[in-house]
C-alpha cells in the first residue's frame, strides 16, 4: 500500500510570548490510501497540531511532513494553499459553512476556487455528492435552516466534491449528539468504501474511535502508536435514521 | 470564464455579507450615497451658476476678453462694485489703432472702445422738476410768433397750472418752515431763508413774474430750490463706450424705454435697475419692493422687518408726494384718498395724513392700495426724477482731481437681459465716449479748438501744470521747456497729466455770459443737438477695451496672442480674462467650487474612514470564515477580491443611487427653477431663475471617486483578511 501522508520525527514548537510551547515531540506515522483512520488522544495531546501539518495548513518546526508525495516545508504559501485545494478536503469541528451561501454554493465554492471545471460539470457533481449524503432537496437553503447534522454532512460534501486523495476531519462529531454523530460517522465510512477516500480523523471520544480501521494514539505530544481496531472499520450496530 | 465564476462568488459572497448586515450597508451606504449625490448635484450647481454667470458677464459688458494699457497701476475691473475707487488705468490713445491690432488676433470677432468711471449726479428735487417745467413751458411761450391763438391758450393754461404748482410747493415749504420754528429757536432759523419763501409765496412776486419769466425761475432755482432738500446725490457707474458697437456686441443688452443714442451724439442711457431704484418716486419704489418681495418670496409685512420698515418710511415720507401736487391735484388726491379709505368727505382734512393712512397698508389690503396707487394716484404724479429727454447734468473728478461738468440727454434706459435685478450688474450706465473722455479728463477736438481760441485772446502761455509755480512765481533758472501745442489729441501715454491740467471746468461754466438766460436755454439745446464725427469717437483716447470671440474656448490663447500683437504694433496691452475683470465677482465662482470641492473631500474622507472601520469589524467577524475560505484552498488574493469587490460593490450601488438621485434632483430643479431670492442670487443665475444642466462629467466623476474611495478604504481590512490563516478555521470560538 502506498503512503499518502508520511511524518518524519515532526516536531512542532508554539512561542507564546517569549515560552516556546512544544506540541508535537517528534513523530513519525505513515498513513496509506484508503485509510480510515482515527487520532486519538486527550486534549492537549497534539491531536489538532498533528492534523494542521498534515492538512498543509502549518509546517513543521523540524522533521518532515509528505502529503501526495510532497514534502510540505518545501512549499509556498501558495503552493501549500493548492495543494489543500486538490488533494485535501476539510470537515471542521464546527462545521464552517460559508452562512451567506446556499448549501449548493457552499458545496460547488471548492470547485469554483479550482477554477478548471466547468458549470455544468460542477453542477452535476454537487448534485450527485447531495444526493449521497441526503441533502439534495436542501440544496437552495442556507445553513441556518439546517440541523447540525445536517450542516455536517453539507461540510462532508464540500470536503468531498473535489474529489480529494485525503480528507481530514478535526473532531468532526464533538458538536452532534451521539446519534447525529453516528450517523455520521456512518456516511464517512460508506464514502470512504465506495469512494476510497482516505479519511483522518481526530476524537477522544472512544465510540467515534471504534469507526476506525485504526487509530494513532496521541500523548503530549508523542506517538504512542497504532492500534488496528477489531472488527476494523465495521460500524457498530446502528441506531436511529440519518440525522 | 472560470476566473468569471470566482468573481462572480466573491461578488456574491460580498452581496450576502451587505444583505447579512444590513445596518452597516445602510450607514456606509448612506455616506457614500451622500457623497455622490453632492459631486453631482452641486457640480452640476456650481457648473450651471458658472455658466449662467459667464454668460452674464461677458454678454453684458466685460466681453471675452478686456484689454487695456499694460503701464497701468491698477488692475482692471469692470465691475469691481466692491470697492469705490477705480482703478488707475494707463489710458490707450487711440483706439482705432487699437482695434486695427485686435482684429490681426485670430478669433477676434469684435472690440468695444470703454471707459468706466463713476460721478455724481443731482437727481434734481422737487422744485428742481417743476422749475424746469414751467421753464420749458415759458421757453415755449417765448416762441410764441410762431403758435396759433389754440396753441397760445392752450399754453398759458399750462403754465397757469404749474405756477400754482409751484406756488402749492412754497406752501409745503411755508408749513416746513413753521413747524421748525416750533422746534428750534429762533437764532437756527436762516434769516435769508425765511425771507426766500416768504418773497416767493407773496403775491406780489408772483404779479411781476410774468415780466421777466426767465429771470424770476432763475431766482427760484438759486435761492428756493435749494431749500427743498429732497434732492438726492447720486453717485452713478458709467461706462463710456461707442454705444453702436456696445449694443451690436453685447446681446444681452436691451432698451427698456426711450432710444438708444443715435450715432454721433452725446448721450445717457440709465440702467433700468438704477433708474427704479434710485430715481423713482420713494414711495411708489417701496410698493414695488413690497409687492416683488410678496410676490417672489412670500414675504409678509407682518413677519418681515424689511417690509415693515418700508411701510413706516412710506407712511412718515409723504411730503415726496405732496410737494408734486399743485391745489387742484391736492384736492382730487384728497377726494379719492377719502373715498378709498371710506372716509367722509372733507375738504379741509389734511392730504399729508390721508396719505400716511393710505401707506399704512398691511398683508390683507396691500394689493388693493397698490394697485390704487398706480391707477389713481400715479398718472398724476411724477414717477421718476429724471425723465426720458430730460439733459442731466454729470460731475465727475477728472484724473487729476478737477471737477468737470458734462451735459447729456438720457435717452433712455436699457437692462441687461437675465440681469434686470442685479445690482451688480445693472448697477453700469452707458453714455456716449465722448463726454465719458471729457469727464474723464481727456480733451475733445471740439474743446480743443476751443481753448485755443480762447487763450488766443487772452493771449495766454501754456503752462504744465508741474511747472505752474514756477512758471507763475519765476522760481528756478532751470526752466522747463513748454509743453507743444495742444491741439493735437495727446499721443504720449505719459503725456496726460499736463493736459488734464489745462482742463477747464465744462463748457457750460467758462462761458462768459452765463447769467443771460438765453445762453442757459442755448446750453441746454446744444448739448443734445451737438454731433460729432464718427472718427473722433474712433479715434480717441480709450481706457480699455471689450474683445469679443468667435470662439470662447480660445480665450486663453488668444490673450497672449493679443499682447504679442500689441508689441508688435508698438501697443503695450495687458489682456486680462472675464474672470478677472470681473473682480470679486468672477472669483465667486472659484470660491463657490472650492468650498464644494472642500465639502466633497470632507465627506469622501469620512467615507473612507467609515467604510474602512466597517470593512475591519467585518473582517474581524469573518475570521472563521476567512479561515474556513483558505483552508479549503482559497488563495489570499481571492480573499482581496471578495474585500474589494464587497466595497465597491457598496460604493457602485450606493454611489449610483447617489448619483441618479442627484441626477433626478438636478432635472426636477432644471425643470421648476430654483427662484433667485435677492440680487446677488439673480447675478448667478443669470435670471429669476436658476435652471441647472446635468453635469455629465460630475456623474463620471461621483463614480470614479466612489470606486476610489471604496478600493483604497478595502486596502487595510484586506490586508488584516489576508493574514488570517486557515488555522484559524479551526479554533473554536469558546
Given at each position: 500500500m502506498k503512503a499518502i501522508v508520511s511524518v518524519k520525527d515532526a516536531v512542532k514548537n508554539y512561542t507564546l510570548g517569549k515560552v516556546v510551547v512544544p506540541a508535537l515531540r517528534g513523530v513519525t506515522l505513515d498513513v496509506n490510501q484508503g485509510d480510515f483512520i482515527s487520532i486519538a488522544g486527550?486534549?492537549?495531546?497534539g491531536k489538532t497540531t498533528l492534523l494542521n501539518l498534515i492538512g498543509c495548513v502549518d509546517t513543521p518546526t523540524s522533521g518532515t511532513v509528505e502529503v501526495a508525495g510532497k514534502?510540505?516545508?518545501?512549499?509556498s504559501e501558495r503552493g501549500l494553499t493548492d495543494l489543500r485545494l486538490h488533494t485535501i478536503g476539510f470537515i471542521f469541528q464546527s462545521f464552517n459553512l460559508v452562512s451567506v451561501l446556499t448549501v449548493f454554493q457552499n458545496v460547488e465554492l471548492p470547485l469554483l476556487l479550482q477554477k478548471s471545471i466547468g458549470a455544468q460539470e460542477r453542477r452535476t457533481r454537487v448534485l450527485a455528492l447531495l444526493e449521497k449524503v441526503g441533502l439534495r432537496d436542501h440544496a437552495q437553503h442556507r445553513p441556518s435552516e439546517l440541523s447540525g447534522g445536517q450542516r455536517q454532512r453539507v461540510a462532508i460534501a464540500r470536503a468531498l466534491v473535489t474529489r480529494p486523495q485525503l480528507v481530514l476531519a478535526d473532531e468532526?462529531?464533538?458538536?452532534?449528539?451521539s446519534v447525529t454523530g453516528q450517523n455520521i460517522l456512518d456516511l464517512m465510512r460508506e464514502l470512504n468504501r465506495t469512494e476510497g477516500t482516505t479519511f483522518i480523523f481526530s476524537t477522544h471520544d472512544q465510540k467515534v474511535m471504534s469507526y476506525a480501521n485504526a487509530v494513532l494514539k496521541l500523548e503530549d505530544g508523542k506517538f504512542l502508536g497504532r492500534e488496528s481496531v477489531q472488527n476494523g472499520g465495521a460500524a457498530p450496530a446502528r441506531t436511529g435514521a440519518p440525522a | 470564464m472560470s476566473s468569471l465564476d470566482t468573481m462572480r462568488v466573491s461578488a456574491q459572497i460580498a452581496f450576502r455579507n451587505l444583505g447579512a448586515h444590513r445596518l452597516k450597508t445602510f450607514i456606509v451606504g448612506g455616506i457614500i450615497f451622500f457623497g455622490a449625490f453632492l459631486v453631482v448635484l452641486g457640480n452640476s450647481l456650481v457648473d450651471s451658476i458658472d455658466n449662467s454667470m459667464s454668460r452674464s458677464v461677458i454678454g453684458s459688458v466685460a466681453g471675452n476678453i478686456q484689454v487695456y494699457n499694460a503701464t497701468s497701476k491698477d488692475k482692471l475691473a469692470v465691475m469691481g462694485g466692491m470697492t469705490m475707487g477705480d482703478p488707475d488705468l494707463a489710458q490707450i490713445d487711440d483706439f482705432a489703432k487699437l482695434r486695427a491690432s485686435l482684429l490681426k488676433v485670430p478669433h477676434v470677432k469684435s472690440v468695444v472702445p470703454m471707459g468706466i468711471s463713476g460721478a455724481l449726479v443731482t437727481s434734481g428735487n422737487t422744485i428742481d422738476v417743476a422749475l424746469e417745467r414751467l421753464r420749458g413751458l415759458e421757453n415755449k411761450m417765448l416762441e410764441r410768433d410762431h403758435k396759433s391763438p389754440e396753441e397760445l391758450q392752450k399754453l398759458r393754461a399750462q403754465i397757469a397750472a404749474q405756477k400754482d404748482h409751484v406756488r402749492q410747493i412754497i406752501v409745503v415749504l411755508q408749513g416746513d418752515m413753521k413747524n421748525m420754528k416750533n422746534i428750534v429757536?429762533?437764532?437756527?432759523?436762516?434769516k435769508e431763508d425765511v425771507e426766500v419763501i416768504q418773497k416767493s409765496a407773496s403775491d406780489a412776486f408772483w404779479a411781476d413774474f410774468d415780466k421777466d419769466p426767465l429771470n424770476s425761475l432763475e431766482y427760484l432755482e438759486n435761492h428756493l430750490a435749494p431749500l427743498a432738500v429732497d434732492a438726492d446725490l447720486l453717485f452713478i457707474r458709467y461706462v463710456g463706450t461707442d454705444l453702436g458697437s456696445f449694443s451690436k456686441s453685447f446681446d444681452r443688452m436691451k432698451i427698456v424705454d426711450g432710444t438708444t443714442v443715435p450715432p454721433g451724439k452725446r448721450g445717457f442711457l440709465f440702467s433700468k435697475f438704477i433708474y427704479e431704484d434710485q430715481l423713482k418716486l420713494k414711495a411708489a419704489r417701496r410698493l414695488d419692493k413690497i409687492k416683488e418681495a410678496k410676490e417672489m418670496?412670500?414675504?409678509?409685512i407682518a413677519k418681515s422687518e424689511e417690509l415693515t420698515r418700508f411701510v413706516r418710511e412710506n407712511t412718515q415720507q409723504v411730503r415726496e408726494v405732496l410737494l408734486q401736487l399743485d391745489a387742484l391735484k391736492t384736492a382730487t388726491f384728497r377726494a379719492k384718498l377719502q373715498k378709498e379709505l371710506a372716509l367722509p368727505p372733507d375738504a379741509k382734512a389734511d392730504l399729508g395724513v390721508l396719505l400716511a393712512t393710505f401707506f399704512a397698508t398691511d398683508d390683507a389690503n396691500f394689493q388693493q392700495r397698490y394697485d390704487f396707487f398706480y391707477r389713481e394716484l400715479a398718472p398724476d404724479?411724477?414717477?421718476?426724477?429724471?425723465?426720458?429727454?430730460d439733459v442731466l447734468t454729470i460731475k465727475a473728478f477728472t484724473k487729476s482731481g478737477y471737477v468737470q461738468s458734462v451735459n447729456v440727454p438720457v435717452y433712455g434706459t436699457f437692462q441687461f437681459e437675465g440681469l434686470e435685478k442685479s445690482a451688480l450688474a445693472g448697477g453700469l450706465n452707458l453714455m456716449d465716449l465722448v463726454s465719458f473722455r471729457e469727464l474723464y479728463g481727456f480733451m475733445s477736438d471740439e474743446k480743443l479748438a476751443e481753448i485755443k481760441a480762447l487763450r488766443a485772446s487772452a493771449h495766454t502761455k501754456e503752462v504744465s501744470r508741474e511747472n505752474a509755480e514756477a512758471e507763475l512765481f519765476g522760481a528756478g533758472a532751470e526752466e522747463p521747456a513748454p509743453t507743444p501745442e495742444p491741439a493735437a489729441p495727446v499721443k504720449s501715454a505719459k503725456a496726460p497729466r499736463h493736459i488734464v491740467a489745462d482742463a477747464t471746468p465744462g463748457v457750460n461754466a467758462e462761458m462768459p455770459d452765463i447769467s443771460s438766460p438765453l445762453a442757459a436755454k442755448l446750453r441746454r439745446d446744444e448739448a443734445k443737438s451737438r454731433v460729432f464725427p464718427p472718427d473722433e469717437v474712433e479715434r480717441g483716447v480709450v481706457l480699455n477695451a471689450a474683445v469679443l470671440l468667435d470662439d470662447p474656448t480660445q480665450m486663453k490663447a488668444t490673450m497672449s496672442a493679443i499682447e504679442n500683437q500689441g508689441k508688435a504694433d508698438g501697443l503695450e496691452l495687458k489682456a486680462i480674462s472675464w474672470q478677472e475683470s470681473a473682480g470679486l465677482i468672477g472669483n465667486f465662482i472659484n470660491l463657490a467650487r472650492g468650498v464644494l470641492m472642500v465639502a466633497i473631500i470632507i465627506i469622501f474622507t469620512v467615507a473612507l474612514v467609515i467604510i474602512n472601520n466597517a470593512l475591519v469589524m467585518a473582517t474581524l467577524e469573518r475570521v472563521r470564515e476567512i479561515g474556513t475560505l483558505r483552508a479549503i484552498g482559497a488563495q489570499k488574493r481571492f480573499i482581496l477580491s471578495m474585500l474589494v469587490v464587497e466595497a465597491v460593490v457598496i460604493g457602485l450601488l450606493f454611489g449610483g443611487l447617489g448619483a441618479a438621485a442627484g441626477a433626478v434632483l438636478v432635472k426636477v430643479i432644471a425643470a421648476v427653477g430654483i427662484p433667485a431670492k435677492s440680487d446677488v442670487q439673480f447675478f448667478f443665475f443669470s435670471g429669476p431663475r436658476l435652471r441647472p444642466d446635468l453635469n455629465l462629467i460630475a456623474v463620471v466623476a461621483a463614480f470614479i471617486i466612489v470606486i476610489v474611495v471604496a478600493t483604497i478604504s478595502s486596502f487595510y481590512p484586506a490586508w488584516l483578511a489576508m493574514r488570517v490563516t486557515p488555522r484559524q478555521a479551526m479554533q473554536e470560538e469558546e
Open positions: 486527550p486534549s492537549g495531546s514534502n510540505t516545508s518545501q512549499l468532526p462529531t464533538a458538536n452532534l449528539d | 429757536e429762533d437764532a437756527a432759523v436762516n418670496r412670500g414675504e409678509t404724479l411724477e414717477l421718476y426724477r429724471v425723465r426720458i429727454g
